[in-house]
């Protein structure tokens, strides 16, 4: 979806969000060096859920806005992708009003998450380019633009490993590149938000602040 409307999450959510990251993280140190690829496997996991309850809040639940390009939206899943979801599946189609949210889920998680090339990022990395990548499409082409690789193709490449390994080999690097990521986002929301759009600028500010403020990026 281009640009679909959002709302903001509370403070209590963050902080909700928060506690449940550190008992995550008290479960994973608990498993054994031996099991390092299902480690791997798990803090993913846990990461994508993490992310998810993040969007779900923001994007909320039904939603027909006149001036939202996305039409009508359930979950921040808009009418057309949930089409397609179906038809890939041999599933009929039905209104996104009926989509369920381990459907949501299925759509967020391949789609956003895994093809967007979010997956494959550090914790702080990968929730603020998958908020993105649901947002405006531009997660992973952010990233690149923020790294200043070339070409920017919306994917990840050796040439954007490279640059990443870079960055995060430095103390403090990944802060900066994640505050220089923001920039660009909330650049990007105050050239889109004019004429039409305008209603949603301060949502989609909204949003960016309070991510920043979840990821501790200033």
């Given at each position: 979806?281009?640009?679909?409307?959002?709302?903001?999450?509370?403070?209590?959510l963050?902080?909700?969000l928060?506690?449940e990251l550190?008992?995550?993280?008290?479960?994973?140190?608990?498993?054994?060096g031996?099991?390092?690829?299902l480690?791997?496997?798990?803090q993913?996991?846990?990461?994508?859920?993490?992310?998810?309850?993040?969007?779900?809040?923001f994007?909320?639940?039904?939603?027909?806005?006149?001036?939202?390009?996305?039409g009508?939206?359930?979950?921040?899943?808009?009418?057309?992708?949930?089409d397609?979801?179906?038809?890939?599946?041999?599933?009929?189609?039905?209104?996104?009003?009926?989509?369920?949210l381990t459907?949501?889920n299925?759509?967020?998680?391949?789609?956003?998450?895994?093809?967007?090339?979010?997956?494959?990022?550090?914790?702080?990395?990968?929730?603020a380019?998958f908020?993105w990548?649901?947002?405006?499409?531009?997660?992973?082409?952010?990233?690149?633009?923020?790294?200043?690789?070339?070409?920017?193709?919306?994917?990840?490449?050796?040439?954007?490993?490279?640059?990443?390994?870079?960055?995060?080999s430095?103390?403090?690097h990944?802060d900066?590149?994640?505050t220089?990521?923001?920039?660009?986002?909330?650049?990007?929301?105050?050239?889109?938000?004019?004429?039409?759009?305008?209603?949603?600028?301060?949502?989609w500010?909204?949003?960016?602040?309070?991510?920043?403020?979840?990821?501790d990026?200033?």
């Open positions: 979806m281009m640009i679909p409307r959002s709302s903001v999450g509370t403070d209590k963050l902080l909700e928060k506690t550190q008992e995550e993280k008290a479960q994973i140190s608990k498993m054994g031996d099991i390092s690829t480690k791997k496997q798990y993913n996991e846990a990461v994508f859920r993490e992310g998810l309850k993040l969007v779900l809040a994007e909320g639940g039904l939603s027909n806005d006149a001036a939202d390009t996305g009508l939206t359930n979950f921040g899943i808009t009418h057309t992708e949930y397609e979801y179906r038809k890939h599946r041999g599933q009929g189609r039905r209104s996104v009003a009926n989509i369920s459907e949501a299925d759509i967020y998680r391949t789609k956003y998450w895994i093809q967007s090339g979010c997956s494959t990022l550090r914790r702080r990395l990968a929730i380019c908020d990548q649901v947002n405006s499409n531009r997660g992973y082409s952010t990233l690149q633009q923020a790294l200043d690789v070339h070409p920017i193709t919306g994917h990840p490449n050796h040439q954007t490993d490279n640059e990443l390994v870079l960055w995060e430095k103390p403090k990944e900066m590149l994640l220089k990521y923001f920039d660009i986002r909330e650049d990007d929301y105050q050239r889109w938000g004019v004429g039409s759009q305008r209603v949603f600028l301060q949502g500010m909204n949003r960016s602040k309070a991510l920043r403020k979840y990821l990026v200033v």
